[in-house]
């Protein structure tokens, strides 16, 4: 596909993840994705501030207790002398649509969230999201992430997305060949383990086809390993 029709159909796509020597995102029991250095969340928040949108699924977001805000005012003055908006936009995704209301990125309200679910979601919490994001709701089983990525750009006139995961929904990216880039960070740690999460979910989930990736950056930073990748190869 010719990049200018990549352009058209939806916003170009940089994943971000901090990876352990052995492929895992968390733990067996996903704890907080916490294990990377100051210098690693740092660089998160500046490529967080890169994109138009920020997306994740509501399950890291409830692990993480993510806001999915810039707190540093520098990263918001680059993004306005981009013509940017001062945040992302804050783009959740959940099948089930089992959000709680009153977590920390509803009332933190730099930006706005939009929920993209399915007709799943229960009553109460399309309730209780009313007034704190916009929902976007499928009737098929999942959310058609292509059709989102269409809106986003459509209706929301966003050219970039930074994707924070998880595993999951980065594995879903992959298989619709939604990915453009992906910033990886080779962390000192090993968790093992076949139930640890890895950079696509959980090691029974599989992807039906193999993905060339083109390294385009390489950073030896303290004890961490920086890389950029890309998927347009
Ligand atoms: N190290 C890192 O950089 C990093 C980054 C991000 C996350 N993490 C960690 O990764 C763990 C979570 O990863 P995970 O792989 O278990 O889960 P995940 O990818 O965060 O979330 C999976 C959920 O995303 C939703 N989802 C995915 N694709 C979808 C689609 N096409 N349509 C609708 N919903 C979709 C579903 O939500 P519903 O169940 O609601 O339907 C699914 O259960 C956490 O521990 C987090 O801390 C680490």
Not at 67 to 72: H, K, N
Not at 100 to 128: C, H, Q, W, Y
Not at 138 to 147: I, K, N
């Amino acid at each position: 596909m010719a990049a200018s029709e990549l352009c058209y159909l939806r916003p170009k796509v940089i994943a971000n993840f901090a990876i352990t020597w052995d492929g895992r995102i968390s733990t067996w029991n996903r704890t907080p994705a916490n294990f990377s250095s100051p210098a690693d969340k740092r660089r998160l928040l500046e490529i967080r501030a890169e994109g138009d949108a920020v997306l994740a699924s509501a399950t890291t977001v409830v692990a993480d207790n993510m806001t999915m805000g810039l707190p540093d005012p520098a990263l918001r003055a680059v993004r306005r002398a981009r013509g940017q908006g001062e945040y992302p936009l804050r783009v959740l995704v959940s099948g089930s649509g089992a959000i709680n209301p009153e977590l920390r990125i509803f009332s933190e309200t730099v930006s706005p969230v939009v929920v993209f679910s399915t007709e799943r979601m229960p009553a109460d919490v399309k309730v209780g999201l009313e007034g704190r994001a916009t929902l976007r709701l499928d009737r098929g089983p999942d959310v058609d992430l292509r059709a989102m990525l269409h809106v986003l750009k459509e209706e929301f006139g966003v050219q970039s997305v930074v994707c924070e995961g998880g595993g999951l929904l980065f594995n879903a990216m992959l298989r619709s060949n939604l990915v453009d880039e992906v910033c990886l960070t080779l962390c000192p740690r090993v968790f093992g383990g076949k139930r640890g999460v890895t950079l696509t979910g959980t090691a029974a989930e599989w992807l039906p086809f193999a993905v060339p990736v083109r390294l385009v950056r390489f950073e030896i930073i303290g004890a961490e390993c920086f890389t950029r990748w890309s998927l347009r190869v």
